[in-house]
């Protein structure tokens, strides 16, 4: 839900985030900087300064790692103290030809202190988090909600319908402008487009990795016969990108749950496993471009991937751990983007208020004459932000759904935490759904997966 700027709650949230699981598993380093803000009233006090919204005592992460990746992308002298606490971060550890301490160092809290606190980094974190928001930047999450889009183009096609794909994010809600409505056709509208980056999910590669005990019988016959540990997926049809693509790799895990035999992903693994045997080695899941579709993603506010501080601030919202892995990535997905982002219709404004216009649509983009035989529909999508929202809120979302189906098909896609669905938020594990809404009520809510916060692996059910 949405977290208020009062110092209790933002300490509550520090000490909320050094405790979690996901955070101890995936950032050692952030679990540490969360415990340290929660035990500090003038870090705490710092963090009150972050726009309401999302996790407060993130911003101020992110700002200390924005100083460092200035002073190593300008190769200038780092911030009073920056060398020091450059000296817990793997990446800038190399840089600084230091060698890493470990995150439990004694002297880490009097470090992390001391550099937010100093006169000259305080003036240029306090910037920073009064003006910057938090949200993922890690394409990742794309490969968790890939299977569930195959799914929707699947029963699309059954269905005659065409597609579009409108990417929303709302930190805080979802509420557009009366100028930017959206119409007829199917399309994803996302909460938690991660700056933008997931608008361009169906152009980046992935490779789903797995044990052959993990798959069912008639999988698993197959990979063992065709000797593959591995499946790809790649789009269908070729962008100018495609000879230096980027590959998203995610792992199927757990044997006590195979792939259901219904799932589209599963019917795409047997035939390309199917291939495989038969002497194809280079086939792959190719994700369908033969459905119409247009894009439209709404944001409170898109950062500019052409401005250098911008960027930079992206890239500072990367995990200090994988930072050397992951910014590479990150960068190959903003030249994707950047080379794509014409496909998209970009609209900034706020919107809970009006999600049911966009869910019926009424942009003008998507008033083109529906060929005879076919209908329209509207996929939601969010991921790891619904949460976010109050109860009240996260009703609104249901019931725009529901209205919307009396007059269009409407599938919404769930990648989020446990339990919000429900109204008891599960901060352990994620979920993905496909939900469906007709005739002015939910027909179908399906669990596909349980899933890693951040894309890691995938375990279907």
């Not at 809600?173 to 009366?178: E, F, G, I, Q, Y």
């Not at 006590?256 to 390309?272: R, T």
């Not at 919107?351 to 509207?378: I, N, V, Y």
């Not at 769930?414 to 005739?439: K, W």
């Amino acid at each position: 839900m949405y977290r208020p700027r009062d110092h209790e709650s933002v300490r509550e949230s520090a000490h909320a985030m050094s405790m979690s699981d996901i955070f101890n598993t995936v950032s050692p380093i952030g679990a540490r900087f969360m415990k340290t803000i929660a035990e500090s009233h003038d870090l705490v006090e710092l963090c009150t300064l972050a726009p309401p919204g999302g996790p407060a005592p993130m911003a101020l992460m992110a700002a200390c790692q924005y100083l460092l990746i200035e002073a190593a992308d300008k190769g200038a002298e780092y911030p009073p103290l920056g060398r020091e606490l450059a000296s817990f971060f793997p990446a800038f550890a190399a840089a600084t030809h230091q060698t890493l301490r470990p995150v439990d160092h004694p002297d880490f809290t009097e470090i992390l202190f001391n550099f937010c606190t100093n006169p000259t980094n305080r003036d240029r974190l306090a910037g920073l988090i009064k003006t910057r928001t938090v949200q993922t930047t890690d394409v990742r999450r794309s490969s968790i909600l890939l299977p569930a889009f195959l799914q929707v183009f699947h029963e699309a096609r059954q269905r005659s319908q065409l597609l579009d794909v409108i990417e929303v994010r709302p930190p805080l809600s979802l509420s557009l402008p009366p100028s930017a409505r959206d119409s007829n056709l199917t399309r994803p509208e996302q909460f938690g487009c991660s700056v933008g980056l997931l608008t361009c999910w169906d152009s980046y590669n992935y490779q789903y990795l797995f044990d052959v005990d993990q798959l069912g019988a008639s999988v698993a016959s197959l990979a063992t016969q065709s000797g593959a540990t591995h499946v790809d997926v790649r789009p269908a049809g070729r962008h100018e990108d495609q000879h230096d693509p980027l590959v998203l790799k995610c792992n199927i895990r757990r044997a006590s749950n195979p792939i259901p035999d219904d799932l589209a992903f599963h019917q795409s693994l047997l035939q390309v496993l199917s291939a495989r045997q038969s002497g194809s080695s280079d086939a792959a899941i190719e994700i369908p471009n033969d459905l119409r579709f247009n894009r439209f993603a709404l944001d409170l506010h898109f950062p500019d991937v052409d401005d250098e501080a911008s960027e930079r601030w992206m890239r500072a919202l990367l995990w200090p751990e994988d930072f050397s892995v992951s910014e590479p990535r990150f960068r190959r997905a903003v030249s994707i983007l950047k080379a794509q982002r014409h496909r998209t219709k970009w609209m900034e404004g706020d919107g809970l208020a009006a999600l049911l216009d966009l869910l019926r649509g009424s942009h003008e983009e998507s008033k083109a004459e529906t060929p005879s035989g076919s209908a329209r529909a509207t996929v939601l999508v969010h991921s790891i932000s619904l949460y976010q929202l109050s109860q009240s809120m996260r009703q609104q979302v249901e019931e725009s759904c529901i209205e919307a189906s009396r007059t269009r098909d409407i599938y919404r896609i769930s990648y989020d935490f446990d339990g919000v669905l429900e109204g008891n938020d599960i901060m352990t594990r994620c979920g993905l759904h496909l939900l469906e809404y007709r005739q002015g009520e939910r027909v179908s809510c399906r669990r596909i997966a349980t899933a890693d916060v951040f894309g890691y692996w995938i375990e279907f059910d």
